[in-house]
C-alpha cells in the first residue's frame, strides 16, 4: 500500500489503501457507537492543529472535515472568504498558504483553482514546515475525498452482493466539468470487472483525458445520451448537477437541454431492486426529493458517511490508524 504526505487527486490511490481505509472507517464508526470511543478518538491527534482553507463555497465538505476535526481532537482554524485575509492587501496565494504552515499541522483547502493543490503542495515540500495538504475540491479538476466516502458508500451498498466488483455504475449529468465523476471514475478502474456508463447531454460529455485514463486501464465503459436505458441497466446511479458556476470558461449551460438527465419518482420502477442512488450534493432538479424516502436512495447516508472516511483519512496522513485498527472494543 502506497504511503501518502498529500491527498492530491484520486490516481494517487490503489487498492489496498481503498480497502484498508474502508475497514478502518468501519472501526471508527464502532468507536461513535459508546462515550469512551468518542473520547478515545478525541485523545488520539489533540495535538495537533488544522487550518481550513476554502474559497470556493462548500457545505458538506466544510462541516463534514471541520466535524472530522472535531471527532479526533484537532483545533482548526478557517478562512473561507479571502477577502477577510492579507490576499486583500496583495498577498500571493503561495505566502498565505506557506503562513498557514506556520501555525498549523495540516491544511485542508477548496479552490476553484484547477492544480492549485498541486502547485501549493510542491511549494509546502520544499519549505521548512512541509505540512500535508488535503484537497478538499479543486476546480473542474478533482474532489480525492468524495471518490473516497463514494467508493466507502458503494462497498457497504453491495455488502451482502459482492462488494463493488462486477457492478455497473451510471453517472449522470455534467461530466464534463464535475469533479466528483472524475475522481470517482479513477477509482472504479481499481474494481475488477466494474463498468461505467456515462449518460449526458452530448455537451457535457467527459473529457479527453479521462476517457484516455480509461482506454488505458481494464475497466469496460460507454458513453450514451440514454438514460432510461442507462438506469435500467444499472446497479448505482450516481447523479450531478450541471456545474454552472464555470460557465465563464465552459459555455452557457441554459442553453443546454438536461431535462432528460432527472432522475424522477416515474423512474424507480425501472430501476433494479437492487440499485443504489447516489449524488454528492448540493442538488437542483436533476433528483426529484420525492425519491428521498426510496430505500435504495443512498445520498444522506453517503454524506454521512463523508465525515468517518475523512476522520479515516486524517488518522491515516497524521499517523495514528494503527491506534484504531489494532484496539478491540
Ligand atoms: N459534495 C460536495 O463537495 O458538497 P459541498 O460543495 O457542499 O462541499
Known sequence: MAAHRHILNASQFDRPFLDRLCRLTNKIRQFDKSKEGLIYLQSLLAHKRAMLYFTQPSTRTYLSFQSACHILGIKNSEIRDPSTSSERKGESIEDSLQTFSSYVDLIIMRSPVGGLCDRIATMLDRSDRPI????????????????????????????????IEG???????????????????????????????????????????LRNTLKGSATEFLET???????????????????????????????????????????????????????PLPRRNELDPAIDHDPRAKYWRQERNGMWTRVALMTTLLGVDEHILLPEL
Open 132 to 163: 500535508p495538504l488535503i484537497n478538499a475540491g479543486s476546480g473542474p479538476d478533482e474532489h480525492p475525498t468524495q471518490a473516497l466516502l463514494d467508493i466507502y458508500t458503494l462497498e457497504r451498498s453491495f455488502k451482502n452482493l459482492g462488494g
Open 167 to 209: 457492478k455497473t455504475i451510471c453517472m449522470v449529468g455534467d461530466l464534463k466539468r464535475g469533479r466528483t465523476v472524475r475522481s470517482l471514475a479513477k477509482l472504479v478502474t481499481l474494481y475488477p470487472r466494474a463498468k461505467i456508463i456515462f449518460a449526458s447531454p452530448k455537451e457535457f460529455k467527459i473529457e479527453a483525458d
Open 225 to 279: 445520451e440514454d438514460f432510461i436505458d442507462a438506469i435500467s441497466q444499472s446497479d448505482a446511479v450516481y447523479m450531478t448537477r450541471i456545474q454552472d458556476e464555470y460557465d465563464v470558461a465552459g459555455g452557457d449551460s441554459s442553453k443546454v437541454d438536461s431535462s432528460k438527465f432527472c432522475l424522477l419518482a416515474e423512474h424507480l420502477k425501472i430501476m433494479k431492486e437492487t440499485a443504489v442512488i447516489m449524488h
